[in-house]
């Protein structure tokens, strides 16, 4: 299930237009959630991740950046990825198609709050467990969900760090891992061929020993 979705300028983390699910439809206490999209929406930078998964939980906080906006939407955790992204997808793209030319001149947080009409028509269509059968061959290479960063929203919080400064870590740890995945591959190979050596001086030598003794 979708419980809600935020639209923000990454520029200063102003909100745009947001839905939330009713508490008594969904039975949660969305308060905290939702001064966490907030908070998370102010740490937003030119250089933060295009997609992101923040762990909250049983809950997850999928992200999309595109043309100076976030879209961020809380699902539950067992809510497919590739759905909430393709959700965000669709979201992406009506708001730059009605309101794209205006996001950089609006000054009010919530400027464009009539968009909760779309965006309550786009998530029936995603929660809806036919429709979500029908999604099911959405294009791989829009959504590849493995490559998207996976943080923990506490502790991105808590640490007060922008989302750029997580993207550079795991990309450095990509780099460090391939790093040692070659040197590794390089002393397998320095031991194979020593290995190798050490047989062909071992006969060598015989041969030139049992050569020399019996003739």
């Not at 730059?96 to 009409?117: L, N």
């Not at 309550?120 to 467990?129: G, I, L, P, R």
């Amino acid at each position: 299930m979708i419980l809600l979705t935020m639209v923000a300028r990454v520029a200063d983390g102003l909100p745009l237009a947001a839905s939330i699910q009713e508490d008594e439809q969904s039975g949660r206490d969305l308060q905290h959630y939702q001064s966490q999209a907030k908070q998370l929406c102010r740490k937003l930078n030119a250089q933060s991740p295009d997609r992101c998964t923040l762990e909250a939980g049983d809950m997850n906080f999928h992200s999309l950046i595109a043309h100076g906006v976030c879209y961020l939407c809380l699902c539950e955790a067992s809510f497919p990825k590739k759905m909430a992204f393709a959700y965000l997808e669709d979201i992406h793209n009506e708001f730059y198609d009605q309101y794209g030319k205006r996001v950089a001149t609006v000054m009010r947080p919530y400027s464009f709050i009539e968009f909760d009409t779309y965006i309550q028509k786009s998530k029936k269509s995603y929660v809806d467990s036919r429709a979500r059968r029908n999604f099911g061959s959405i294009n791989s290479e829009l959504q590849d969900v493995q490559r998207i960063m996976v943080a923990n929203i506490e502790e991105v919080l808590q640490r007060g760090e922008a989302l750029s400064a997580l993207d550079t870590k795991a990309s450095n740890l990509s780099s460090l891992s391939k790093k040692y995945r070659s040197d590794a591959k390089y002393l397998n190979t320095r031991s194979t061929y020593a290995k190798v050596a050490a047989v062909a001086v071992f006969f060598v030598t015989l041969i030139i020993y049992v050569r020399f003794w019996w003739l």
